[in-house]
């Protein structure tokens, strides 16, 4: 007789406690159980490992010629990614002055505000060639310049046996790709070159908690003042217009619609991106009470933070020309940035964990059906992702709400008992670029906590 697998618990010890003294062991489809002759049945003994088959993502469809095109106009872009440039290092410093600072060149305006961050602004002309400051809407266009490396130095990168997807040579602990985020940068230098209007911001110290867009909500956001958007250059994959970040919405759906149409006009139907509401958090998020419209984009990286990392250049190629080409005179400018519209139907929650993680903030109304343990304040929220020190942040402590939610969060994540849950909660992306060099995927984290992987990720369950 054949006994199916029971994952279960209870199924299991009903099997085990039914199924007949008839050998010492019982080896089943997936299982073996030895026979315990003191209780007088099988007992498991062994639940092998099912093998999973390795997610290969597909590449973005070229043509001969688009390939051509693309390898002739990324020299650059391999340059970029041969810089390991993690925040407050040398490295980043003298990569910032050779593939940032160089664009004062081409700008019409170009500021360096008081954490470091630069701003280029590249005015709008009429037919006439003279400058139309006035021509609406006002976008704001985002990236950052440091990586998660462990230390800073030089990398190689190659392109793989697909002849567009880049990767690293060797892969090493606390090394990556850095196309998150050196693919953003790259795009924005190209529209830069290429003058399409705007305003272009090179973030500094996004991987260690949005420091610097945080430096600017709080004490320079009137430079945000006249913006109608923000949209950040800073998402995995080939497919996402990020709508929600943290669970919050960021952009409405008539802007996202009239981007979207504009991407894939631009671009003969090649960019096909698709709203997505699993946002994490980048740049952006520090705007979203201060610009209307405030978004992240697809670039092509996938397996970030880790040495595994690699990038679609056939994709980024496809959409630095559509960037270039597109008419976004015709952007939607709808959501009030005053109020707040939490996502409830996402599959993350308000701090942009998966569903089921626990009791945490997803606005006001969430907590109607009595269903969450802990009502922390709306301020909480907007302070998560700030990875160094936010606890002990005393700009944040000047606030009651935010005191107590930080309060609440010492209760709820016990952080003073525990020192090693205190450093993952503090740095999530280290702890995951751990989990990675030991070969944890996203899924097998999930299945270990009994909680669903968003449909979003299912086919990256390498990342």
């Known amino acids: 007789m054949t006994y199916a697998a029971t994952p279960l618990a209870p199924a299991l010890q009903h099997l085990t406690r039914t199924m007949p003294a008839s050998a010492q062991y019982k080896v089943t489809d997936m299982n073996t159980y030895r026979y315990n002759k003191k209780r007088k049945e099988h007992q498991l003994v062994s639940v092998p490992a099912v093998p999973r088959p390795k997610y290969v993502p597909p590449v973005f469809p070229m043509s001969a010629g688009d390939l051509e095109a693309m390898h002739n106009g990324t020299g650059e872009l391999l340059s970029i990614l041969s810089w390991m440039r993690p925040d407050k290092t040398q490295a980043e410093a003298d990569f ?86 050196g693919a953003g940068l790259w795009l924005m230098r190209e529209m830069i070159r290429a003058r399409v209007p705007g305003s272009y911001v090179f973030h500094r110290a996004e991987e260690v908690g949005r420091l610097g867009s945080t430096w600017v909500e709080r004490n320079d956001s009137k430079r945000l003042a006249g913006f109608d958007a923000c949209i950040a250059f800073d998402r995995k994959g080939t497919d996402n217009l990020i709508t929600h970040q943290m669970g919050q919405r960021g952009i409405s759906d008539a802007f996202a619609d009239s981007f979207l149409g504009s991407l894939k006009r631009a671009s003969d139907g090649k960019v096909s991106l698709v709203h997505d509401d699993t946002g994490s958090y980048t740049d952006s998020y520090s705007y979203f009470d201060y610009i209307a419209e405030c978004c992240n984009v697809s670039i092509g990286y996938r ?4 040495p595994n990392e690699t990038l679609d250049v056939g994709y980024l190629w496809s959409l630095r020309c559509a960037m270039i080409r597109a008419d976004f005179s015709g952007l939607k400018i709808e959501r009030d940035p005053t109020v707040q519209d939490y996502g409830y139907g996402s599959g993350w929650d308000g701090f942009g964990w998966p569903k089921g993680a626990g009791g945490v903030y997803r606005g006001a109304d969430a907590y109607a059906d009595g269903d969450y343990d802990y009502d922390l304040p709306k301020s909480y929220g907007r302070g998560m992702g700030r990875i160094s020190s936010w606890r002990e942040d005393e700009l944040a402590r000047k606030d009651k709400a935010s005191k107590q939610a930080i309060d609440a969060a010492d209760d709820y994540f ?47 369950a390498s990342n």
Not at 140 to 163: I, P, W
Request: glycine share 10%.
């Open 96 to 181: 910032v002055r050779l593939y940032v600072a160089d664009l004062q060149a081409l700008a019409d305006v170009y500021r360096v505000d008081g954490f470091g961050n630069i701003w280029v602004t590249i005015d709008p002309v009429t037919n006439e060639g003279a400058r139309d400051v006035a021509t609406s809407p006002s976008i704001l266009f985002s990236c950052h310049t440091d990586t998660m490396h462990s230390v800073g130095g030089r990398q190689d990168v190659e392109f793989k046996a697909d002849n567009q997807t880049l990767g690293l040579v060797q892969k090493k602990p606390g090394r990556c790709l850095g196309a998150d985020d």
């Open 303 to 306: 397996s970030e933070h880790g």
């Open 414 to 460: 016990g952080a003073e008992d525990d020192r090693l849950t205190t450093l993952c909660r503090e740095f999530p992306s280290v702890a995951a670029t751990i989990l990675q060099d030991v070969g944890i995927t996203a899924m097998d984290f999930m299945e270990s906590i009994g909680i669903g992987y968003p449909e979003d990720d299912v086919s990256e």
